[in-house]
């Protein structure tokens, strides 16, 4: 069966019966198509209002639109779960959803990769390396990224396919060549590229964030701009904590499982557990931007409740990384910046 984020092991048609699981599903299909939703939303609603679009707005962004069509697919696991395992829409899509599966977990870590790698520039080098941290340039990295992606699930595009049930029925699986030899390669190819080494690169990149912190005698840029920094850099990390603790669990029983022939009921339940955490991520980064931005909490007020024509936008600075705009009462005189405040070029930090 597949090792993929998507596809659920056949081991037990009492999981598959049981109404738990669909339960849980449902609401973090729900949750999380809501959360994601509203970060695209106030991005979005943002541009529009001609803010400047920032470096981190661009990463959320995609974070957000990953999530959100991983999210759009649960429908049909659900389905699946609910139906005894079985599968009824085809080869195709069968072959479609398996792969966006993939594919959604694959680029929500090389993100969060370069991510950490943007705000290792940031912290560490805010002036030397500024051209190089441009809307532009992450754009780009965000096509890099697809592209990679892509031909890192070529092997699940080659393999998914429908696999015959009991009674005629069909399931939506991985159908590797060799069953022992074959699953045991792609178990390691899965965890090395989709966790163990952006793991490793994003652990190496904090810990010289942090080293370089500690250790920096270097000219410090002005005060609004390491707050600003700062802020954002711990919603990066809250946001790679919370990947790689949902998914930890998960990787962890496909290593063990390579070694167990007949799986307990504990590790089953163990197994769908692990599962559940991983799909839960997908709905948890619009509660962190929430919980650590004061700005994207005030960019969304701004995006539900219309400005009023009374009202002009007045620049101000911001605490994760984008222009922040104070709504000053026409005729009202707005109070002159302060003498700290940063240049043009450096408030995308």
């Keep these: 069966m597949s090792c993929s984020r998507g596809s659920l092991r056949v081991v037990n048609g009492a999981l598959y019966s049981s109404a738990i699981l669909p339960v849980i599903y449902g609401i973090i299909c729900f949750l999380g198509i809501i959360g994601n939703c509203i970060v695209l939303y106030t991005i979005m609603k943002k541009n529009k209002c001609h803010a400047k679009q920032t470096v981190p707005d661009i990463f959320i962004l995609n974070l957000s639109i990953v999530d959100l069509l991983f999210l759009l697919g649960m429908p049909f696991l659900i389905h699946q779960l609910l139906g005894n395992g079985s599968w009824h ?15 959604s977990q694959i680029v929500s870590t090389y993100i969060l990769t370069a991510m950490a790698l943007d705000r290792y520039l940031a912290t560490v080098h805010p002036i030397r390396f500024d051209y190089i941290r441009t809307p532009c340039v992450a754009a780009l990295v965000i096509v890099m990224v697809w592209c990679l992606s892509f031909f890192t699930i070529i092997p699940v595009l080659m393999y998914a396919g429908l696999m015959p049930l009991p009674d005629g029925l069909v399931a939506c699986a991985l159908l590797l060549p060799d069953p ?67 998914w930890a669990p998960y990787y962890t029983l496909q290593l063990v499982h390579l070694g167990v022939q007949k799986p307990s009921i504990a590790f089953n339940y163990a ?25 994207f909490k005030r960019q969304f007020l701004r995006a539900v409740h219309p400005i009023n024509r009374k ?39």
């Design 180 to 246: 022992v030899t074959s699953t045991y390669w792609f178990t390691l190819y899965q965890f090395l590229l989709a966790f163990a080494m952006p793991l490793a690169i994003i652990c190496l990149v904090y810990f010289k964030i942090l080293q370089n912190m500690s250790t920096s005698v270097a000219p410090l840029p002005p005060r609004s701009l390491r707050v600003r920094t700062r802020k954002v850099t711990r919603m990066a990390v809250a946001i790679c904590l919370a990947f790689f603790v949902c």
């Design 311 to 349: 009202f002009r936008v007045n620049p101000s600075k911001t605490d994760a990384g984008s222009v922040s705009m104070q709504m000053v009462p026409e005729g009202v005189r707005p109070e002159p910046a302060p003498r700290d405040m940063i240049p043009s070029n450096l408030v995308s930090q």
């Design 89 to 103: 829409f085809g080869g195709p899509m069968c072959t479609v959803i398996t792969a966006l599966d993939s594919n």
């Design 271 to 295: 197994y769908n557990v692990a599962i559940s955490m991983g799909y839960a991520n997908s709905c948890i980064n619009p509660f962190i931007y929430i919980t650590l931005s004061d700005t």
